[in-house]
């Protein structure tokens, strides 16, 4: 056309002497550059940062995706590897069941040309009797690809899951060590994503390489070596201008995430400090933040999207309409080619059979292009399973350092403890005991000075101090919660301890579960305990009536929601009488009881054989108790004998 006409003659100037060429090239490199830059943006300031090395496609991920995917492909033998070798048989199974159906397609279009009405008819039957297995394939493919999902995400669930209730691992990830901010997340969602990703990428990259080898092999028997060649040439250059202006996209996936979990800790604080939150009247500040993080979010995704949406222009101009360019250039090539004499001679004036062959010929370009795009294209997939696996790889990480009893948080400025080795020891024994030991709170913030005091059985103690001079912390230490930098505690075992808060947590199940906990009901009955037992224990804490009233033991209610205040408390205070520990760690656990019923349960106590560690601003409980722990507030204490009148 008159456009041609008028291009034409430019390109051929533009490359008319060497000097030319050069300067050509050195344009259209400096222009990728500039594309490179506008994709890639500027460096952010935390670039040299451990996060900003999130998403690349390098030797360290590969390390990492490696040691993830022994944890969710164990063994040869395993039910994901077997699924694996069901999915790569089927993928084989899709591109042959293709190539049969591009020859089937020349031929019907050789029998339209031809007019030959039967043969038409029996190639449909040909065509129509693929069609049976190529559907069971192809929903076979979109069922084990999900299989194989729903396995990863199984097994890489159950790892973490072991690591992360192993012990008190799951306290000290979300209160010793600051690394994982949304532990929440990252065993959820993030798995999730990841797992997906994964799934989704073998079969994005394993059925186009399968495609590639036997469409090559197929189209080089028919148009020779030069077809495929021309199009697998075409798709490399095109794969490394991609690969030299794409985006991090997986660095980008990871902060979209960090971004999701900060949006979705706002609203996790809402609700579990609705309370404090209410009273303050912080629903403005608190909107102000949500909002923030919501922002931050969004604009990271609107980044993402837009240089989404410019690779997305160079996509399009290089693996599809430059593909089809370089596909028309192959199937001319039997007609105008160099061996097109040997090809014409052969087919003669048979235009159907030059018909057939384009058809077939076509259908197996079309077919090898698309293999070859799709793997040009997955590279994108493959930077932001780049980004999942690095956010995942770092719990993993994580999780191991606190299994070894290594944390890093942020200490106070000035604290004697930022750098201080754990030395401290625990002593099994049948007392409660203090010798020479500092009361450090996670972050460096020494609460109370050098303690030492023994609590024997039969030594009922009451604590006293203000608010935040380490009373509560003292049942941490003891509890092998928060880490023992100096002196000896010695203690009883886990089982002869129990420790009831002002707010004690309700699982979701039955009411008989709400007062054995954490006891199943198998281990209940091994002890010779039975429901009616549990009954006599509620009266004890005057709460029989719930029993009745909720539809017996085996009521399923969320109890935290149903139960009142008071009612919650008297539970706990049940649970404790099932146990029936040597010793009863009780923080504040009667403020919302009678004063009343609370003088009856602590008698129940007492009578049984539990010696009592209370932490109360109830004067009342001083009678139920033969000791006092006083903290002044300044990191001194003072422990004696309580005299009554």
Not at 190 to 205: M, R, V
Not at 285 to 307: D, G, P, Y
Not at 316 to 325: R, S, V, W
Request: hydrophobic fraction near 40%.
């Amino acid at each position: 056309g008159a456009l041609e006409d008028q291009l034409l003659p430019i390109l051929k100037a533009l490359v008319s002497s060497k000097t030319k060429k050069v300067a050509v090239s050195g344009v259209v490199i400096a222009a990728l550059w500039a594309v490179r830059r506008g994709t890639h943006g500027k460096p952010s300031r935390d670039s040299k940062t451990t996060k900003s090395k999130r998403g690349h496609v390098d030797l360290e991920f590969f390390k990492k995706l490696l040691e993830l995917l022994k944890v969710v492909v164990p063994s040869v033998k395993s039910p994901e590897a077997i699924c694996l070798v069901l999915l790569s048989g089927l993928l084989v199974s899709r591109t042959v069941i293709s190539i049969a159906i591009a020859s089937i397609n020349g031929k019907i279009v050789k029998s339209i040309v031809q007019k030959d009405f039967p043969t038409f008819l029996k190639r449909i039957v040909n065509l129509a009797m693929f069609a049976v297995p190529a559907s069971v394939v192809n929903s076979g493919l979109t069922y084990l690809n999900g299989k194989l999902y729903i396995m990863f995400r199984q097994r890489l669930s159950r790892f973490f899951n072991e690591k992360y209730l192993q012990g008190m691992v799951f306290y000290q990830m979300s209160n010793l060590d600051s690394r994982i901010s949304n532990p929440d997340q990252r065993f959820t969602q993030d798995i999730e994503k990841w797992a997906t990703c994964l799934s989704n990428l073998y079969s994005n990259l394993t059925k186009p390489i399968l495609d590639i080898l036997l469409f090559s092999k197929k189209l080089s028997d028919l148009v020779g070596m030069q077809g495929p060649g021309i199009i697998i040439g075409w798709y490399f250059l095109s794969g490394l201008v991609i690969r030299f202006i794409s985006p991090p996209f997986g660095k980008l996936a990871s902060e979209e995430q960090d971004k999701e979990g900060n949006y979705r800790t706002c609203h996790s604080d809402l609700v579990n400090h609705s309370e404090e939150i209410a009273f303050y009247q912080g629903n403005q500040w608190e909107r102000k933040r949500t909002q923030t993080m919501l922002t931050s979010l969004v604009n990271k995704v609107n980044e993402i999207l837009a240089k989404k949406f410019f690779m997305g222009i160079f996509d399009g101009m290089l693996a599809k309409y430059g593909a089809t360019m370089a596909a028309y250039a192959v199937l001319g090539m039997p007609v105008f080619g160099p061996n097109s004499q040997k090809y014409l001679s052969k087919v003669g004036s048979d235009s159907s059979a030059i018909t057939r062959d384009y058809i077939r010929n076509s259908s197996l370009l079309i077919n090898l292009a698309k293999a070859i795009g799709r793997i040009v294209i997955s590279y994108k997939d493959l930077q932001s399973l780049s980004g999942y696996t690095s956010i995942i790889y770092d719990m993993k990480d994580v999780l191991e350092d606190l299994e070894k009893g290594k944390f890093k948080r942020d200490m106070v400025e000035g604290s004697l403890y930022k750098k201080a080795v754990v030395k401290g020891k625990f002593v099994q024994t049948d007392k409660i005991g203090f010798e020479d030991v500092p009361i450090v709170s996670p972050n460096g913030d020494l609460l109370v000075d050098r303690l030492s005091i023994t609590i024997e059985m039969g030594m009922h103690t009451f604590i006293q101090g203000p608010n935040g001079c380490g009373k509560s912390s003292l049942f941490r230490i003891l509890g092998e919660l928060w880490p023992l930098y100096e002196g000896v505690v010695y203690k009883p075992s886990m089982e002869e301890m129990f420790y009831i808060p002002q707010r004690p947590y309700f699982p979701h199940g039955t009411l008989r579960d709400q007062i054995i906990y954490p006891h199943t009901k198998e281990q209940m009955a091994r002890q010779g305990v039975t429901d009616e037992n549990l009954r006599e224990l509620m009266q004890i804490v005057q709460l029989s009536e719930i029993i009745d009233k909720r539809g017996g033991f085996d009521q399923i209610e969320v109890w935290n929601d149903t139960l009142s205040g008071g009612q919650k408390q008297r539970v706990a205070m049940c649970r404790l009488l099932y146990h029936r520990p040597k010793f009863a760690i009780l923080d504040e656990c009667t403020s919302a009881v009678s004063i009343e019923a609370e003088g009856q349960i602590y008698e129940e106590y007492k009578r049984r054989g539990i010696t009592l560690i209370t932490v109360s601003h109830r004067e009342s409980l001083l009678k139920y108790h033969d000791y006092i722990l006083k903290f002044d507030g300044k990191g001194g204490w003072n422990f004696y004998k309580l005299i009554f009148d």
